[in-house]
C-alpha cells in the first residue's frame, strides 16, 4: 500500500521561506529515495534529517512494531504510532468530510496543512497515488505552497530525484480524499512538529525492516496458499496449514538456532536465508522444480546457496533440516572450516534432542556403516580423514567420510570435549587449517594410532535404534 505523506516536521517559524510573491517553503529538505513499501518511512527520514537528527526509513519503519512477515510497510495507525514513538506531535490524524460539503470542508483542511506550513510545520497526508482506476494510497512529503501557480510543492518518495515536485492545488484535493464510503470521505494528514525526539540507536544483525523487504520480494515467487514465518535469522515458508508452519518454525528451526547459538555461535549467518518446508514428497518435488528450477538432489532436502535457501521434504522429518541451520553459522563464525569438520557437526544433530539446555546428537542411521566399515578394516586413519580437501571429502567415499566425521564429533561430545574443540579450532585456524593438532591436544592423546582403537571400540559399542 501506497500513502502520501504531507511534511512532517516541526521546524522554527524562521525555516520557512516566505518570497516576495508569497511563496511559502521549508527549505534545505533532503530528498530520500524510498524503498519497496517504504513511502511514509521515507518521508519521516526526509524530516528527521531536516532537523539534524539520524534515523533512516528502515528505523522508522522499526519503531512502528509491524511484523515483518506481513511484508509491506506502515499504513495510517502504524506510521502514526511510530511518529509518536520517535517523539512528534502528530496532532489529530482522521478527518472526515461529507461529500455534500467536500469542497468548503477539504479547504478548510488544506488552510490547516498551510498554517503549518507558515510555521515551519510539515505535514504527513495519505492520498491516492493518481487518478487512475484501482490507484494505490501514497505518502508524498510536502515542503510548500506557490500561490502564484496555486500548486503544492512536495518531494516523491517513490522517484529517484523526486525533489520540488509541484502538483497544481486542485489536483491535490481531488486526490487527497480517501472514498471507502460514499458519502463520508477519510482524510489523512499526520503534524510533524518535534516534541522530545528519541535517538536513532543502530543495532547489529538484521532488524524488522531488513525481514519485511526481504518479505516484500519472496512473495513474488511463493505460491498461493503458502504461509510465511519469521524465526530468526530465517524466514520459514510452509504449504501446510499456517499454525503447522508456525509450529515447525518455532519447534525446529527456533529451537536448533537458540541451542546452536548458545554452544557455538556468536554471530548469525551473513544474509536472510528462506526455509522451505513442503509437506511430503509430492509437494517437494513439485515446487523444488516450479519455483527453483531444478530436481531435487536428495529426498531429505538441501541446501541451494544459488537460492540462498534450505529446501525440505518436512514429511522425513527434522533431521535435515537441522543438519542444513548448521552450515550458514559455520559459514559466518568459522569461514575457513574444513568440510570434515563442517559436515561432522552438522550431521550429529541429524538425530539429536536437548539435555540440560544444550543439544545433543544422538546415534543415528550412520552408524551401521560405519561399523561395517570398522569390522572390514575400511577406516583411514584421522589424520588422513582431517587432511582431506574438499572435493576428496564429498568425492567417491562421501558417506564414509561423513559417519566417520560425524562420530568423531559424537565421541567428543561424549566425553565433554566438543565445545572445547571448537573453539581452539576456530581460535586457531592459520596454524592448524585441519583441525588434527587441535584434535590431539584436545583429547590429551600424543600417539593418534592409540586413541583410533580406543575410539573404534567405543563406536562398535553404540547401537541404532
Known sequence: MFCLAVVIGGLPASAAVRAKDGLIQIPGVPHVRQKPGFCGEACVEMVLRTLGRKGDQNWVFNQSGVDPALGRGCVTPELAAALKKIGFKVGEVWFTVYASQAADELETLWRAALADLRRGIPSIVCMHYDEQPGTTEHFRLVTGYDPASDEVIYHEPAEEGGANRRMKKARFIALWPLKYEKERWTIVRLRGEPGRLIEAVSGEGFTP?????????????????????????????????????????????????????????????????????????????????????????????????????????????????????????????????????????????????????????????????????????????????????????????????????????????????????????????????????????????????????????????????
Not at 511430503?280 to 531435487?296: L, Q
Not at 538425530?351 to 546428537?361: L, N, P
Request: hydrophobic residues 40%.
Open 209 to 465: 525492516a531488513d525481514y519485511a523487504q526481504h518479505v516484500m520480494e519472496l512473495r513474488k515467487k511463493v505460491p498461493k496458499g503458502f504461509s510465511i514465518v519469521i524465526e530468526e535469522p530465517f524466514v520459514v515458508i510452509g504449504d501446510e496449514a499456517a499454525p503447522v508452519v508456525k509450529r515447525r518454525a518455532q519447534e525446529t528451526v527456533g529451537w536448533a538456532v537458540a541451542l546452536l547459538e548458545k554452544d557455538y555461535f556468536k554471530r548469525e549467518p551473513l544474509e536472510i536465508l528462506d526455509v522451505w518446508l513442503f509437506r511430503d514428497a509430492a509437494s517437494y518435488e513439485k515446487y523444488t522444480r516450479a519455483i527453483f528450477g531444478h530436481e531435487p538432489t536428495t529426498p531429505f532436502g538441501f541446501y541451494s546457496s544459488a537460492d540462498r535457501a534450505l529446501i525440505m521434504n518436512i514429511a522425513t522429518g527434522g533431521g535435515t533440516l537441522v543438519h542444513e541451520i548448521v552450515h550458514p553459522f559455520m559459514r559466518a563464525n568459522f569461514p575457513k572450516c574444513p568440510a570434515w569438520f563442517n559436515e561432522g557437526l552438522a550431521s550429529l544433530y541429524e538425530q539429536s534432542c536437548e539435555r540440560d539446555g544444550h543439544i545433543k546428537g544422538l546415534t543415528n542411521w550412520r552408524l551401521a556403516g560405519l561399523q561395517k566399515l570398522i569390522h572390514e578394516g575400511a577406516i583411514p586413519s584421522f589424520k588422513t580423514l582431517l587432511s582431506t580437501t574438499d572435493a576428496e571429502f564429498y568425492g567417491s567415499d562421501r558417506g564414509d567420510n561423513y559417519a566417520q566425521a560425524r562420530y568423531l564429533c559424537y565421541y567428543l561430545q561424549a566425553e565433554g570435549l566438543l565445545g572445547t574443540f571448537y573453539r581452539d579450532f576456530v581460535a586457531n585456524p592459520k596454524a592448524d587449517p585441519s583441525g588434527y593438532e587441535t584434535l590431539k591436544k584436545t583429547l590429551g592423546e600424543k600417539d593418534m594410532d592409540v586413541f583410533q582403537r580406543k575410539w573404534q571400540r567405543f563406536v562398535l559399542g553404540l547401537k541404532f535404534p
